[in-house]
Nanobody
């Protein structure tokens, strides 16, 4: 059974930093693409960053240069380092993972964490 558990959320002031973690069990971090999504109140969930099994990363324009996604394979954990945050970053943040089908990956995110709240406010 795959479980993704996010942690590290909380309240932070504008311009501050926060690091989110996504600890995986029943799943090998780095086996397939993983990602961070977020959902702000009244808005749809949006993809903000992803990382492929080969380490190639992608970012949404609004977080490019401020957020960094990374994976620690020995710790089996995905991270999102958030810097220079602003109130528009306030949201519930979710990690997600493709399913490892053996030869290929699912190409859609089939595993999801429960989310962690990030609130940016002065």
């Amino acid at each position: 059974q795959v479980q993704l558990v996010e942690s590290g959320g909380g309240s932070v002031q504008p311009g501050g930093s926060l690091r989110l973690s996504c600890s995986a069990s029943g799943y090998v971090v780095g086996s397939c693409r993983m990602a961070w999504y977020r959902q702000a109140p009244g808005k749809e969930r949006e993809l903000i960053s992803s990382i492929r099994s080969d380490g190639v990363t992608r970012y949404r324009d609004s977080v490019e240069g401020r957020f960094t996604i990374s994976q620690d394979k020995p710790k089996n954990t995905l991270y999102l380092q958030m810097s220079s945050v602003n109130p528009e970053d306030t949201a519930v943040y979710y990690c997600a993972a493709e399913e490892d089908l053996g030869v290929i990956c699912s190409r859609d995110f089939r595993y999801w964490g429960q989310g962690t709240q990030v609130t940016v406010s002065s």
